[in-house]
């Protein structure tokens, strides 16, 4: 395949969709087909070869749409119309959206999702420009808007020099969560001396709230593999790996097709595009650590080993995958890459602030009437995503706080919502962006208890090497399992403090490191709750039980032994 | 190859060659494809589990063998993720999801609420095999939380009332047509709570 | 080599290029404590006892690992050094059943030389007393999982110097534990080849002759330097220009 | 027995009216005994604490209740049953300065190895399931003190001054603890007397 060939293609995919007076999109991805979005296709299907439609009606199963907690999404595209999307599909509706809408143009007003919700004109879709309105499965219908046309543009008129170069002047930084400057990663793998050198995409989403990158990956796997591709071409690798996290078998499914769709056409493997560029891309698929996120344990477990990370240097850009120099990034910040090349690196550094350029993508999930996935750009304010693009608290409830960065990240209180969200700001707030989860809590939540569920995660997922992490995350969790169960003291609250800054400061990798943030952000903004909790043996959002007493009490008390008045033992 | 081995029976690797069980050709072929590097030591137990069910100790010698791996290392390897199970699983399973949306929407009473019904503890089976309890960290269906799975089926807005009846009911179905052999159920999402 | 001068304490130290900091500081005769580290095996960086402050930089790096830099300047006993390692070592010792009263390696036990030499001299945190089984199964060997502190040394030793592997470590975090072959009983693994490195080179009463009773056990680490200075002087392989066996 | 007679030697002459003495104490919780073993082994320097110090309350003295106003108190053995916490809590309030005397006051040491065992299934394993049998709900009725959940060290229970560890502790460790303290210094052991064990 050659350029040439590569905009035959679009054109004759263009070409045929234009016969079409209507295309009937419906969401594919793992929420909606949970909400039972397979049969929706189905009966649509049906009810089009029923109505005698098949040759101008069409159903094509795309990928997220976003609002997914009122799924399954459906969005109809009729000719010469702006488009329509419907949520909360049932097969019966489905069967009236083509009855009524595709045979007679009239939406069947009941489930339109009005598009000028601010959960629409607030975002700004970049990397999740083709979701929901591509087949993931098709390559075809990729390469329709433009896919594949950024690497061989790059091929064709680029150095891998100046390819680093873009990106740097793009302002683009890593979206997993730490945010380094990915042009300055890649010129540092691009100048490290090596003959072979890897390509990592980092797909092990472990963070719980948070599916941007499984959304991304099934929703649109060729920009990921694009963006690949010109990382490999520009650092000089003929190897990537794409690292899946177990938990998502449809991406798994939906890469490798792309992958294979890929290689038939020359547009990944030997030579591609008729350039003298090589580039292959396997799959390894995550088994279950939340580790394996850190880029050296990742690393670890694609050498099929335990995930357990090493200290650093030396740095992956140095000596990565088998001793070769690799460079690690994120899915999402790989999906950032073709809109850069394509539409240049002043247009994306337009967008975001000044540290912090173009869009991020959040999982907006919890006590929100809205929840889904959501691309905004940089800078937006919390209060926006939360209140505009989110809607609000269901039940008129209270915001509370902001969670953002999963098990690493913080809470934010009501107080800040007005901040912009990014990289500087958030930290500075005392979490981190972090890959993109955000999970609202109002009233009803407790913050002591939701620091104890992210340390019992951390807990949970210590690989066990360093001391302070193993060790000191089960005692971090120990003393908040007496904090909310209202037997700690107020010298378990002076000791957890302590061990929160030894652990952070100790800890051999990231997930060690940020393991007490959860802990430090909320004791900053939620401090009352916990010495409501140790003095006035309370929980003020009535989430902690309270039933224990601290050990000195029991002095005062009989010592109920349950077990003793019933015969379990065996 | 002999087809018709007993399905029940461990299998057993004699000599790095295996005993005929079918599902050992699974092996071979992802073995062969990763051309028996060290490496893919990780593809291939995903395979084995997909294949047997869980990861059985004679499978771990066999693996082992033909990547030429010490068998401490196939075995701190496979007990360091969630995913794989050295233990045999129960006919029927549910996987609850304790993301923090799910948890902040209150999945922890729904895991209370099994435990009590059913008599068993999260990453165990009841005695009686029928019944395995999971957990897992997140499912990414945050937006239809609390979320669980049931054999393999994606149950969103979950109640802990409305998961006991619904495990209740499956477990009755699995007595009355217990004929057909129920099969090790392989859930598409899965991550299995360690020992 | 390149000579590369830094600066330890405030005091100038020079040293070969790609020598640790852990190195120079005890060829200085300054003392870290150091418990995964073992000479003569990779280093590990996990205890993470031998941090040190580097200037410049609030990240602390593990010295045992950290190759030393030109121009560096490290602090290797700053008040908040030496409380996170007092606090390392109460970690450790609430993590399992560390009863030194009842070990066969009271008196002559890292872990316990190491918590006198800082002074530490209680445990703030819960004891956390898991339950853990003691292999007495092998002929002469024993290991007792309550009195091991997951610094690896025997799976390195058994690995890098024994050659067999025997040893390595199952699950992960706080319920990691290190086991023999398929984490069977010690006497019934195959690949054990008996050396008994793994037990010299223990730090604690983990890994023990049987026999031994409280505070009887003497280990030696002889051996190592022996069989790497004949490693590295080649005494032992073949010289037809082939290849260095060892890593 | 041999040691009995020596110890009453140091109460008696607490009674004589000489400049101000330190009110000592020492305790006996959850433990062997040992440490009061080897105190006992202080041998003649017994003579020289007795004329700094008068012993107010000890398992090797008369006293029934721990006194009021002393200034340093010994605290041999771990904190297991209700019996020891409250004492603990008592010791705590009426001394100025609390000693964690030997391993199982500072560590839990043997008696905390049944820690990992509920209480429940402790006592049926011991008792019920045993050779002896103790009546159900012996506890209850106040017969025994009801153990703890769990065997704790005695800084886990009240804030203390001073550690001495040591399984038991050497006469000269507690003899540099003991006289620093009497002398109203704090203690310092140097590295071997530090060692757990």
């Known amino acids: 395949m050659n350029r040439v060939e590569l905009q035959a293609i679009a054109q004759r995919e263009l070409d045929q969709r234009q016969s079409y007076r209507c295309r009937l999109l419906c969401c594919a991805s793992t929420p909606c087909i949970s909400s039972g979005g397979t049969a929706v296709q189905k009966a649509m299907e049906e009810a089009i070869k029923a109505n005698g439609l098949n040759a101008e009606v069409v159903t094509v199963a795309t990928g997220c749409m976003g609002p997914c907690s009122r799924g399954p999404m459906v969005t109809v595209q009729v000719q010469g119309q702006p488009d329509v999307i419907y949520e909360r599909v049932t097969p019966e509706v489905a069967e009236q959206i083509v009855a009524r809408h595709a045979v007679a143009g009239e939406p069947v007003a ?56 873009e990106i740097s002047k793009s302002g683009l930084r890593g979206r997993g969560g730490a945010g380094y400057p990915t042009g300055l990663k890649w010129d540092l793998v691009r100048k490290a001396p090596g003959e072979r050198k890897y390509v990592v995409a980092n797909g092990d989403e472990g963070d719980p709230g948070a599916y941007m990158d499984r959304t991304l990956m099934e929703s649109d796997p060729h920009r990921v593999l694009e963006g690949m591709a010109i990382a490999g071409y520009a650092v000089g690798a003929t ?18 097709k792309a992958i294979r769709a ?34 050296t344990a990742l690393m670890a477990s694609i050498m099929g080993r335990r995930g357990q990370p090493v200290p650093r240097p030396p740095y992956p850009a140095q000596s990565g995958l088998w001793g070769c120099p690799t460079l690690i990034n994120n899915v999402e910040t790989f999906g950032c890459i073709v809109p850069i090349i394509q539409k240049g690196a002043s247009w994306f550094a337009s967008m975001g602030t000044a540290k912090s350029k173009g869009t991020k993508i959040f999982a907006l999930a919890g006590k929100v009437n809205n929840t889904g996935l959501i691309e905004v750009p940089m800078g937006i304010t919390l209060r926006e995503i939360v209140f505009d693009i989110g809607d609000g608290i269901p039940g008129g409830r209270k915001f509370k706080a902001a969670q953002t960065g999963g098990p690493s990240g913080g809470c934010i209180p009501a107080e800040h919502l007005d901040t912009p969200v990014d990289y500087e700001s958030l930290r500075a707030l005392g979490s981190i962006m972090g890959s993109g989860g955000l999970i609202v809590m109002d009233d009803q939540s407790c913050m002591p208890d939701v620091a104890k569920f992210f340390m019992e995660f951390c807990m949970d997922e210590s690989c066990g090497k360093c001391v302070p992490c193993r060790v000191g995350t089960v005692q971090m969790y120990r003393i908040l399992q007496r904090i909310t169960n209202g037997s700690a003291t107020l010298r378990d609250l002076e000791i957890l403090e302590e061990l929160c800054e030894m652990v952070r400061d100790t800890s051999l990798c990231g997930l060690g490191q940020s393991a007490p943030n959860p802990v430090l952000s909320t004791l900053r903004y939620f401090r009352e709750e916990y010495l409501q909790h140790i003095q006035e043996h309370r929980c003020p959002a009535g989430v902690c039980q309270m039933t224990e007493v601290p050990i000195i009490e029991l002095v005062h008390r009989p010592i109920a032994r349950a077990a003793a008045a019933s015969p379990v033992a065996s | 190859m002999p087809p018709t081995p007993t399905k029940e029976r461990t ?26 590097q060290q490496d893919a030591l990780i593809e291939v137990l995903h395979t084995a589990q997909e294949a047997f069910g869980f990861l059985a100790e004679d499978l771990l010698i066999y693996i082992a063998r033909q990547l030429k791996l010490p068998l401490s290392w196939v075995y701190g390897v496979a007990t360091f993720y969630h995913f794989f199970s050295l233990k045999p699983q129960g006919e029927h399973n549910c996987i609850v999801c304790m993301g923090t949306a799910c948890y902040v929407k209150r999945a922890a009473e729904i895991v209370a609420a099994l435990q009590a019904e059913f008599g068993v503890e999260a990453g165990h089976t009841t005695p009686d095999g029928k019944f395995t309890l999971l957990t897992a960290r997140c499912l990414g269906s945050c937006g239809l939380a609390p979320v669980l799975v049931l054999d393999g089926e994606v149950l969103a807005r979950e109640t802990p009332e409305s998961t006991v009846s619904k495990v209740r009911a499956r477990l009755a179905g699995a007595a009355a047509t217990n004929g057909h052999g129920a099969s090790v159920a392989q859930p598409a999402l899965q991550e299995v709570e360690a020992v | 080599m390149a000579v590369i001068t830094l600066t330890i304490n405030d005091e100038l130290v020079s040293g070969r290029e790609g020598d640790t900091l852990l190195t120079l500081m005890r060829e200085k005769g300054i003392e870290v404590p150091t418990l995964c580290h073992l000479d003569g095996l990779s280093p590990r960086g996990g ?58 390696m009271n008196g002559r036990c890292e872990l316990q030389a190491e918590a006198a030499a800082i002074g530490m001299d209680h445990v703030r945190y819960d004891y956390l007393t898991p339950q853990l089984p003691i292999d007495a199964s092998h002929q002469r060997f024993a290991v007792d999982h309550n009195r091991c502190i997951l610094c690896t040394r025997c799976v390195r030793v058994c690995d890098e110097v024994e050659g067999a592997h025997t040893w390595d470590v199952m699950g992960r975090g706080v319920n990691s534990r290190v086991i023999t072959d398929l984490n069977q009983p010690w006497g019934t693994s195959k690949s054990c080849t008996s050396c008994g490195k793994c037990v010299q080179v223990c730090p604690t009463g983990a890994l023990h002759l049987k026999g031994s009773t409280v505070a009887e056990m003497r280990k030696d680490r002889d051996f190592l330097r022996w069989i790497l200075d004949g490693r590295e002087k080649k005494q032992w392989i073949l010289r037809n220009g082939g290849q260095e066996s060892g890593r | 027995m041999t040691p009995v007679p020596t110890k009453r030697a140091p109460a008696a002459k607490a009674n004589e009216p000489t400049a101000r003495k330190v009110r000592l104490a020492t305790v006996w919780l959850g433990g062997c005994s040992g440490c009061h073993m080897s105190f006992l082994d202080l041998d003649e320097k017994l003579i020289e604490l007795a004329e700094l110090a008068e012993l107010v309350y000890s398992p090797i003295a008369d006293a029934k209740e721990f006194p009021e106003n002393v200034d340093v108190t010994l605290v041999e053995g771990a904190v297991a049953n209700v019996d020891n916490l409250e004492l603990a809590l008592k010791i705590r309030e009426r001394s100025k300065v609390v000693v964690s005397f030997g391993d199982c006051a500072v560590t839990g040491n043997v008696p905390s190895m ?37 065997v704790v060290p005695l800084h886990h229970v009240i804030p203390v001054d001073a550690f001495i560890p040591g399984c038991p502790p050497d006469p000269d460790r507690i003899w540099t603890a003991v006289s620093a303290l009497l002398r109203g210094e704090p203690v310092l052991l140097d590295e071997k007397m530090r060692k757990f064990g």
């Open chain 2, 11 to 36: 299998p057993r690797a004699e000599k790095g060659h295996p005993s005929g069980d079918p599902r050992f050709q699974l092996i071979d072929r992802t073995l062969k494809r990763l051309q028996y």
């Open chain 1, 239 to 256: 190897q990537g790996f794409i690292y899946v996290r177990g938990e998502y078998p449809i991406a798994a499914k939906r890469l490798e």
């Open chain 1, 262 to 295: 890929a290689e038939r056409r020359g547009l990944l493997g030997s030579r591609i595009l008729e350039s003298t560029f090589n580039f292959r891309i396997d799959i390894r698929i995550g088994a279950g650590a939340f580790v394996c996120g850190e880029e």
């Open chain 3, 47 to 104: 205890c993470r006892l031998c941090l040190v402050e580097v200037q410049g930089s609030n990240r602390l790096v593990p010295a045992c690992i950290t190759p030393a830099q030109e121009g560096m300047s490290i602090v290797t006993h700053s008040e908040r050094l030496i409380k996170y390692r007092r606090m390392i070592l109460e970690l450790l010792f609430s993590e399992r059943n560390h009863i030194c009263a009842v070990c066969v």
């Open chain 4, 114 to 150: 049944r820690n990992w065992l509920p209480v429940d299934d402790l006592l049926t394993q011991v008792y019920r399931e045993g050779p002896g049998s103790v009546p159900r709900g012996a506890e209850a009725d106040g017969i025994v003190p009801a153990l703890l959940p769990r």
């Open chain 1, 110 to 165: 009941d489930h339109v999702m009005p598009s000028n919700l601010p959960f629409f004109t607030k975002q700004t879709k970049v990397v999740l420009s083709n979701s929901g309105l591509i087949d993931p499965e098709r390559l075809e219908d990729y390469i329709a808007v433009g896919g594949y046309s950024a690497l061989a543009h790059v091929l064709r008129e680029m150095t891998p020099e100046e390819v680093c170069a």
